[in-house]
């Protein structure tokens, strides 16, 4: 896809209406038989982890619970953990706990140092997570530390996946936000149901670094926008 049909589908996705596939519930039971650990039945539903309960990372979480996701949730601050905890989400006191837990983890961190931080540190990802799981990292960083991270969970036998999100708190609260990944395509296929539970469009965009760096573009395309916007009111009044 070059970037030209990447900005049309872009303009397309911005313009579409996310709704709750009556047929979504299935795809996440299906996800169970790529995923299932050594002794569990295939109709076992997979266990997600979900670390970073910030503005974006919290309703993520909540569109998750509430679609009957079996979630485990960590947050530097652990009473950010209570409201979702109350709602049914298990609670580990580290990322590395929560990715040995869990099938598949997502991780939405503040900042490109918090998610190396997060994933390869002290009782960090890295530690806890091994083949037969995945790393879903939906953080805005930069192209290296995608790379970095990448490097550190395929060390383990672990699949990565980078997809930074195009949207802010409203749509992540809508279910309306839009994935922009990229790394292991089978990762990328098993995952999809749930990032259908969080947002309205995803793309994958090949190699790890490639999801990163169309979050760059994506930014700065909506930056000209607003201030083409902005300007025209100016000139309007």
């Given amino acids: 896809m070059n970037c030209s049909q990447f900005a049309t ?5 911005f313009s579409l209406h996310h709704f709750n596939s009556p047929r979504l519930s299935r795809h996440v ?4 038989a790529s995923l299932q650990p050594q002794g569990q039945g ?47 989400a298990k609670y580990k006191p580290s990322p590395e706990e929560v990715a040995a837990s869990c099938d598949l983890t997502f991780a939405m961190l ?13 009782h960090g990802v890295a530690n806890g997570i091994g083949p037969g799981k995945g790393y879903v990292d ?14 550190h969970i395929k060390s383990t036998g672990a699949l990565f996946l980078e997809a930074p999100v ?23 296929e098993t995952v999809a149901p749930f990032l259908d539970i969080m947002g309205k469009s995803k793309f994958y ?22 201030k083409t916007r902005l300007l025209f009111f100016f000139y309007s009044v």
């Fill in 110 to 122: 503040a900042d490109p140092q918090s998610a190396v931080d997060v994933a390869c540190g002290k």
């Fill in 9 to 13: 589908t872009m303009r397309s996705a």
């Fill in 29 to 32: 039971s299906n996800v169970s």
């Fill in 42 to 88: 295939t109709d076992t539903p997979p266990r997600i982890g979900f670390l970073g309960l910030g503005i974006m990372g919290t309703p993520m979480a909540l569109n998750l619970i509430k679609a009957g996701v079996d979630l485990t949730v960590w947050n530097r601050t652990k009473s950010k953990c209570d409201p979702l905890i109350s709602l049914g």
């Fill in 205 to 226: 965009l090949g190699d790890v670094g490639n999801g990163a760096a169309m979050k760059l573009v994506v930014n700065m395309i909506m930056g000209r926008s607003f």
């Fill in 166 to 188: 195009s949207g802010s708190k409203k749509p992540a609260e809508d279910g309306q936000l839009i994935f922009l990944t990229a790394g292991d395509r089978n990762l990328y």
């Fill in 138 to 151: 939906v953080s805005t960083v930069d192209v290296d530390t995608s790379k970095l991270i990448n490097g």
